[in-house]
């Protein structure tokens, strides 16, 4: 468990908090590129990390993020007219460049010294991956690199993304994805459903089966620059172990366990909104085949950690209607009697509260990456706070990573595993 203050540092994210710093010194996904993708288009509204921003696509297809409150007197920007380069308040006409720069000040008479002074808070964007990106740290520090996350490296074709809005702490759901001891209760068939114990069975059926039967995976965490890949182990047949390995990044993207070699790859990116809801930034890439019309249509309809979403990016099944919960269907096919891996994690992740309450707990051994995640990202905040700025961002390169599946004899270490697996015991894959 945490102490009532590390809980405190762990879950607060706006500006004037140390965690609020440190998400502020890495590139943060803020929308999907198709959300913006007409010039002179409406703006968009983008809250993240407690700021309440604006965006917009400036004549000349460049993007601007800035503060949504005018700096005359503070009418919002959203109303704003889009328009010859500038987004122009509609109050009293003040205009402003993707940089914040006035371009146009009507009530203000020349030599006043606001035309050289005035200035909108404006974020550095960049386009990466189908999202545009936003640093948000202080004016006086370096910039780094974008990460090199691998389904932005992909071509359009190999890659699928979009966004869902969950209704808690960001951490929740990081957390979540670290833990997957849970995959043996939360996404398994009710007990009484028999699993198929016919060692010819589909690949699919034979790996929910060694899941189902052993709930205590045993965990290896192996650090790096840019976070760490966590492995857990289950028996499987034939004294081979069946291994799940997650890649985490700091300091909040994450990915799907389960792929074997071929099969298409799931990760995320979580972005505070506020410190009791978050943006999650899904992704489905795979660097060896494009994904066709067919699997898009299953990743639209909500796949793996994809929900199936309205027009608004929330989940159809979601905390106003108990994400659809049906309990015939829990009694006699599932545990959970909710519909989807995605709202399935959504439902535990958000029955903890919007912001846990983590002196509560009682750990096992099956919480050994939770624990290293906590503990990895308080120091950094806490390091900061101190003034020793993290040196992640600037590895981009080393965010190239791959998680997965994949058998191993009973014995084998993790650097084994991932090397066998990905040719490199981090599971890297080389930038070019």
Request: charged share 25%.
């Amino acid at each position: 468990m945490l102490s009532a203050a590390d809980n405190e540092l762990l879950t607060r994210t706006n500006a004037d908090t140390p965690m609020g710093q440190y998400f502020r010194r890495f590139w943060q996904p803020v929308a999907l590129l198709d959300e913006i993708d007409e010039p002179d288009g409406p703006p968009v509204r983008v809250d993240i990390l407690g700021e309440q921003l604006v965006l917009f696509r400036d004549s000349e297809g460049q993007i601007g993020l800035l503060e949504r409150a005018c700096p005359h007197r503070g009418a919002d920007l959203f109303f704003g007219r889009n328009e010859e380069c500038g987004l122009r308040c509609v109050y009293h006409g003040w205009k402003f460049d993707v940089q914040g720069h006035p371009r146009d000040l009507p009530n203000v008479p020349d030599g006043a010294g606001l035309h050289d002074s005035v200035r909108a808070k404006a974020y550095p964007t960049r386009e990466y991956g189908g999202f545009l990106w936003a640093w948000m740290g202080p004016e006086e520090a370096d910039v780094p690199p974008l990460p090199q996350l691998e389904f932005g490296r992909v071509g359009a074709a190999h890659r699928y993304v979009t966004k869902q809005l969950m209704e808690c702490n960001w951490a929740q759901v990081m957390e979540g994805d670290l833990d997957t001891a849970h995959f043996s209760f939360l996404h398994m068939p009710a007990p009484s459903v028999p699993a198929n114990t016919n060692p010819n069975a589909p690949a699919d059926e034979r790996r929910l089966r060694w899941i189902r039967n052993d709930p205590i995976p045993r965990f290896t965490v192996q650090e790096h620059e840019v976070g760490f890949v966590i492995g857990g182990e289950r028996r499987a047949e034939d004294g081979q172990r069946y291994w799940r390995m997650t890649q985490y990044m700091l300091p909040s993207h994450g990915t799907g366990p389960s792929a074997m070699p071929g099969e298409t790859y799931f990760g995320f990116t979580i972005v505070p909104v506020t410190d009791e809801a978050c943006w999650m930034f899904t992704y489905a890439w795979n660097p060896e085949r494009e994904i066709g019309p067919e699997e898009r249509d299953k990743l639209e309809a909500g796949h793996g950690v994809i929900a199936a979403l309205d027009e608004n990016y929330r989940p159809l099944r979601n905390r106003s209607n108990d994400f659809g919960i049906d309990r015939d269907d829990q009694k006699h096919r599932t545990y959970t009697g909710v519909k989807g891996l995605a709202e399935q994690d959504a439902m535990i992740q958000q029955s903890q509260g919007f912001i846990a309450d983590r002196t509560r707990e009682n750990l096992t051994s099956t919480d050994a990456a939770i624990v290293r995640f906590r503990r990895r990202v308080i120091d950094a905040a806490r390091a900061l706070e101190a003034g020793d700025a993290p040196d992640a961002p600037w590895y981009a390169d080393l965010y190239c990573t791959r998680p997965g599946s994949w058998f191993a004899a009973d014995g084998t270490p993790l650097e084994d595993v991932m090397q066998e697996r990905f040719g490199d015991r981090l599971g890297r894959i080389p930038v070019g």
